[in-house]
C-alpha cells in the first residue's frame, strides 16, 4: 500500500468518524434518559 493510498484511507475513516460518534452519542442519550426515567 502506497502512503496515497493509505492517507485517502484515513480520510475515509475521519469521515465516518463523525457519523459513528453522533450515532454512540445518542444511544448514550437514550440510555441515560430511560435510566432518568425510571429513577423519577
Do not use: I
Request: proline share 0%; glycine share 4%; aromatic share 4%.
Amino acid at each position: 500500500m502506497t502512503r496515497e493510498e493509505l492517507n485517502k484511507e484515513l480520510r475515509m475513516h475521519s469521515a465516518t468518524w463523525q457519523a459513528v460518534a453522533a450515532v454512540y452519542g445518542l444511544l448514550v442519550g437514550t440510555m441515560v434518559l430511560s435510566a432518568m426515567a425510571v429513577m423519577a
